[in-house]
């Protein structure tokens, strides 16, 4: 997925035909799929058995000298974890005995936030089932310009139907105030803020050495600017310092096509680099979908379906160009990105109900 070319998607976003990119990441995705759905056959973890143990949950026990099985184990270990996740902090429904267990492994259960690993097998099997309504006989990614409010509603809002709105950012002026310089200048002159998002937001340094939204701000001016021969860089975060929003939002608008009775995330997301490859094949596991708009550069998603709409759906991919919103439920699509030469791309996005 590293080497891949750039793709030929016209102006206007249209279905991108016969790319690598949209190949290599199907290749890479199912491959990778492949690979977990046999060591799940390989461990015990059968389908029937594991859309049993989710719709029981709450029932399981552990017995003190029961000779519990490797799939068993799996299978309460999750259960426990998402009782935890809900918030039920008394592990309701479930009890666990620990005479018989091993000292060393009930202290690790006891002192770990988590009781698995939150990796890409736990949260495969885990996954809600997607509604193949939302692909179901979608051979090209939907396009709209001017669209109406309930136009948007009825289409797209609440569907996890993708859509791309063409010139959906006019007089925004973040398109022409928001750059490298801007974000650098903003977040190291706002008191804290480099500190919060390191320890309150997200930080997604890619295929980049860079741990933290100071690294990259500290970079070489070469290297910022993509100086040939210096190394490429691509990252994203999450905003949740209140200071830096107040002055992020006066350079956008809320979407005009959103519901009018739907509330936004407080949280902005910033992308921000290129070219070459952005974001890998991935599920988001968030609450709600999402808008991103394409500041400058231009970005191609390739949007792969779940494994159980595969028969009746296919993939899509879209090229989003300057002034474009691409809005997205991705909970629901398997996506990746990928920064074509030029402009760098900036992108700026959040949630809706």
Not at 139 to 157: G, L, Q, T, W
Not at 219 to 242: D, I, L, Q
Request: with cysteine; hydrophobic share 35%.
């Amino acid at each position: 997925m590293r080497n891949r070319k750039e793709n030929n998607g016209d102006s206007d976003g249209q279905k991108v035909n016969n790319n690598d990119t949209s190949n290599e990441c199907r290749e890479k995705f199912y491959s990778k799929l492949c690979e977990l759905r046999e060591r799940a056959r390989k461990t015990g973890l059968e389908k029937d058995f594991v859309a049993h143990v989710f719709r029981a949950r709450g029932n399981l026990k552990f017995q003190p000298q029961e000779q519990i099985s490797w799939p068993k184990t799996i299978a309460m270990a999750l259960t426990v974890s998402f009782l935890v996740m809900a918030g039920v902090a008394t592990f309701a429904g479930v009890i666990i005995k620990v005479t018989g267990w091993d000292e060393e492994i009930y202290a690790s259960f006891r002192e770990s936030h988590c009781l698995l690993d939150n990796g890409g097998f736990t949260i495969e099997i885990a996954r809600p089932l997607t509604n193949c309504d939302c692909c179901r006989n979608l051979k090209e990614f939907p396009i709209e310009r001017n669209i109406s409010a309930d136009d948007f509603v009825r289409k797209y809002a609440y569907t996890a139907v993708p859509v791309l709105i063409k010139d959906a950012t006019q007089n925004w002026t973040a398109m022409r105030n928001f750059s490298f310089d801007f974000f650098k200048n903003l977040y190291t002159t706002t008191k804290d803020a480099l500190t919060v998002i390191e320890e309150e937001c997200q930080f997604f340094p890619y295929k980049t050495e860079f741990e933290t939204l100071a690294d990259v701000f500290n970079m070489s001016t070469e290297r910022a600017n993509f100086t040939p021969g210096e190394k490429p860089w691509y990252v994203g975060w999450s905003n949740c310092h209140s200071d830096v929003a107040t002055v992020l939002r006066q350079h956008y608008n809320r979407p005009y096509f959103l519901p009018v009775d739907s509330e936004s995330s407080q949280v902005d997301w910033i992308f921000m680099g290129g070219p070459g490859l952005g974001a890998f094949v991935h599920l988001d596991y968030v609450q709600r979908p999402s808008w991103q708009a394409q500041i400058s550069g231009q970005k191609t998603w390739t949007l792969i379906p779940t494994p159980e709409c595969e028969h009746v759906c296919t993939a899509l991919n879209v090229t989003v160009s300057k002034g474009d919103i691409i809005v997205l439920d991705t909970n629901q699509w398997y996506h990746a990105t990928y920064i074509h030469p030029g402009e760098i791309s900036i992108t700026i996005g959040s949630e809706y109900d």
